[in-house]
């Protein structure tokens, strides 16, 4: 009789844990057949393999670029789990909740749509611009697809903390990211850049009225402190900054980027940044710094 029991809690144990990772996440479906791990949200399979899969490639494009994996797992939440597993309250917003986790959202969402603005109030020409970049598959306007490939810059977050660069400036560390994610679009989904481009255009091209801080000392200052329609502005320009960065070096940019931070780990002063980026990096990448 003992002996059963024994047996029985050992087929039991055998059957509940399976994988300990899964029992963390009991109201989520693991999605399998991919390298990164990843959990959705019950009713998102389809949606969860479309941006893993993304990720994935994103991941072995700039691993096969620099020589670097970082570890990640990604989960793609409807609203109702949102709260559960992230740690941004606004649902839409992909971020961190740690090193390795990665939390997106799987349903186009309130936040996504309130930026689009009202296209009657446009030029004709951007107003049709925005039309085509970002309109959804059922047909409405939704920031969606930037918002997806907005996925991508948060795992550049992930490359250079796990590589153990020193990125000297908080700027720097969403530069990195943004050029990371433009290498890898303008190399391997060339159809996606309106979709990248035209909103922080838009946004850049709308003047600096209205933000509170538009200087990089400011951004190094008030990093956590401003209001998240300011910050979006920094980073608005820090795509743009990305893209002519990228238009004028190339991948070899970004690789040449990861190695110079890598490698350097003293801090710098002003002047010493701008003179290593500009020697060391390319012209570009340090006119961020000096022509702001
Ligand atoms: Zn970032």
């Known amino acids: 009789m003992k002996t059963f029991s024994y047996i029985l809690i050992f087929m039991l144990s055998l059957l509940s844990f399976p994988d300990s990772m899964a029992q963390a996440y009991t109201d989520l479906y693991e999605l399998k057949g991919y390298s990164i791990k990843a959990y959705y949200s019950p009713g998102n399979e389809e949606r969860a393999k479309v941006i893993v ?50 939390v997106i959202a799987s349903e186009d969402n309130d936040f996504w749509k309130s930026f689009i603005p009202p296209l009657d109030q446009l030029p004709g020409e951007l107003a049709s611009k925005i039309r085509k970049a970002y309109t959804t598959s059922d047909g409405t306007l939704s920031m969606m697809a930037f918002f997806d490939l907005l996925a991508l810059h948060e795992l550049g977050h992930g490359f250079h903390e796990q590589g153990g660069l020193t990125m000297q400036r908080l700027w720097m560390q969403e530069l990195f990211c943004n050029i990371m994610l433009h290498t890898y679009i303008a190399e391997k989904e060339p159809g996606n850049l309106p979709a990248l481009e035209v909103f922080p255009e838009m946004v850049v091209a709308g003047g600096t009225t209205g933000y509170e801080f538009t200087s990089l000392a400011d951004f190094e ?14 980073q608005c320009r820090l795509h743009v900054a990305g893209k002519i960065i990228y238009n004028a070096g190339g991948p070899r940019t970004l690789i040449k980027l990861w190695n110079g931070l890598k490698e350097n780990k003293e801090q710098m002063t002003d002047e010493q940044f701008a003179s290593f980026l500009n020697k060391k990096i390319s012209r570009e990448v340090a006119n961020v710094q000096t022509d702001w």
Not at 73 to 97: C, D, Q, R
């Open 53 to 102: 899969g993304r990720c994935e490639n994103a991941i072995r494009y700039v691993s096969g670029l620099i020589g670097f994996t970082p570890k990640v797992s990604l989960f793609i939440l409807n609203p109702e789990h949102w709260p559960k597993h992230a740690t941004f309250p606004v649902y839409g917003m992909p971020h961190y909740p740690d090193s390795e986790r990665l």
């Open 221 to 234: 200052k008030r990093y956590d402190q401003m209001d998240p329609k300011n910050y979006g502005w920094y």
